[in-house]
């Protein structure tokens, strides 16, 4: 199985060596060729509209949709979890998303660059031991749809908001798991979102 990860823009290396630690072959990908022959997908964190804007001007946007929406598994981190998302509460000046996860999602939902924080996180489906988060930037879970499973959540000021997702073959953070040094989130994607590649 070959694992692509989205190379517009964003924190691909991280990515990548976090797969490759698990034994699974990896590779950034940016051309349509190259996208259209991964098995599953990787959408780094950066800045969401930039990727979309890349992805448009490089004739990528369509196929992507079409693979995501089509149940290529695909995995997006902070930006990626923006990008996946079907509805954006605060929505940048003609920003598109591919879309496929039924959540609303809000962009720097908990502040600017220097309001960066680490949160250790209990993640279903994982283990007892919690995730570190690194949010830089990162967007929070609004709202999610009947199929969408909150899988982790922070909560502030008595608030929780979800920061981890999953429906079917869609999987997304609004944290930095490929900074962490804790491939236990990969290894989640690898072995459950893309158990069933059958639907591609």
Same mark, same amino acid.
């Given at each position: 199985?070959?694992?692509?990860?989205? %190379?517009?823009?964003?924190?691909?290396?991280?990515?990548?060596? %976090?797969?490759?630690?698990?034994?699974?072959?990896?590779?950034?990908?940016? #051309?349509?060729?190259?996208?259209?022959?991964?098995?599953?997908?990787?959408?780094?964190?950066?800045?969401?509209? #930039?990727?979309?804007?890349?992805?448009?001007? &490089?004739?990528?946007?369509?196929?992507?949709?079409? !693979?995501?929406?089509?149940?290529?598994? #695909?995995?997006?981190?902070?930006?990626?979890?923006?990008?996946?998302?079907?509805?954006?509460?605060?929505?940048?000046?003609?920003?598109?998303?591919?879309?496929?996860?039924?959540?609303?999602?809000? !962009?720097?939902?908990?502040? !600017?660059?220097?309001?960066?924080?680490?949160?250790?996180?209990?993640?279903?489906?994982?283990?007892?031991?919690?995730?570190?988060?690194?949010?830089? !930037?990162?967007?929070?879970?609004?709202?999610?749809?009947?199929?969408?499973?909150?899988?982790?959540?922070?909560?502030?000021?008595?608030?929780?908001?979800?920061? %981890?997702?999953? %429906?079917?073959?869609?999987?997304? #953070?609004? &944290?930095?798991?490929?900074?962490?040094?804790?491939?236990?989130?990969?290894?989640?994607?690898?072995?459950?979102?893309?158990?069933?590649?059958?639907?591609?």
């Amino acid at each position: 199985m070959l694992v692509g990860v989205l %190379a517009l823009q964003g924190d691909v290396r991280e990515h990548i060596h %976090a797969l490759t630690d698990l034994g699974v072959v990896a590779a950034p990908v940016r #051309t349509y060729e190259e996208i259209a022959k991964v098995a599953a997908l990787v959408i780094p964190g950066g800045e969401s509209t #930039t990727i979309a804007k890349l992805a448009r001007s &490089f004739g990528l946007f369509d196929l992507l949709v079409e !693979r995501i929406r089509g149940g290529m598994p #695909t995995y997006g981190s902070c930006a990626g979890m923006i990008l996946l998302a079907d509805r954006v509460a605060n929505l940048a000046h003609d920003q598109e998303t591919f879309g496929g996860l039924d959540i609303t999602v809000r !962009r720097n939902a908990f502040g !600017r660059q220097v309001d960066s924080f680490e949160e250790d996180l209990h993640f279903s489906g994982i283990s007892d031991v919690p995730i570190k988060g690194i949010f830089i !930037r990162a967007p929070w879970v609004e709202q999610v749809g009947p199929q969408v499973e909150v899988l982790a959540e922070v909560e502030i000021e008595g608030v929780a908001h979800p920061v %981890a997702v999953r %429906a079917g073959h869609l999987l997304a #953070t609004s &944290f930095h798991p490929e900074i962490s040094g804790d491939n236990r989130i990969h290894k989640f994607f690898v072995e459950e979102v893309c158990s069933d590649l059958s639907r591609i």
